[in-house]
């Protein structure tokens, strides 16, 4: 992965955040996930009235990109107007557990472009996968 293509992706997580649909929680995270072949899908959070109902920005994108037949991931990035890098809920650590390998690199930034790297395995350590059943 060179700096250039991080950069690009760390934008397309960034520009995704004017999309997000957060009329409840006015609070928008974009996600930009990367394909073996650097195919980008962007991911937003979609909100919905009935609250639980929610989409997160990371899992729109997973779920575009399957749902297309993808099924092998590089990289993701996720952004947010956090003062921090932004953490991914649970619920999205368990989805990058379905499809991503441990060591798959994650992009978290946070406002003023501050960003952190993290691997799957280090958001979501002992996860539940298909081993376990
Ligand atoms: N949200 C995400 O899109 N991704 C996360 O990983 C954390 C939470 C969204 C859901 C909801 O629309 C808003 O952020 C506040 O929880």
Redesign the pocket.
């Known amino acids: 992965m060179s700096e250039v293509a991080k950069q690009e992706w760390i934008d397309i997580a960034v520009t995704a955040l004017e999309k ?1 649909y ?1 009329p ?2 006015h ?3 974009g ?1 930009c996930l990367v394909t073996d072949t650097e195919k980008t899908y962007q ?5 919905n009235a009935s609250f639980g109902l ?7 994108a997973f779920f575009k990109a399957v749902s297309e037949g993808e099924k092998q991931f590089s990289h993701l990035v ?1 952004a ?1 107007h956090t003062p921090e890098p ?4 649970g ?3 368990q989805v990058m557990a379905e499809f991503c390998s441990p060591e798959m690199p994650v992009t978290l930034v946070g406002d003023d472009g501050v960003t952190k790297t993290m691997t799957v395995r280090e958001l979501l350590p002992y996860a539940f996968t298909e081993k376990d059943l």
């Open positions: 997000a957060v409840y929680s609070f928008p995270v996600a991911g937003v959070n979609i909100e929610t989409n997160c920005a990371e899992r729109t996720i947010g932004i953490s991914p809920c619920a999205c650590r």
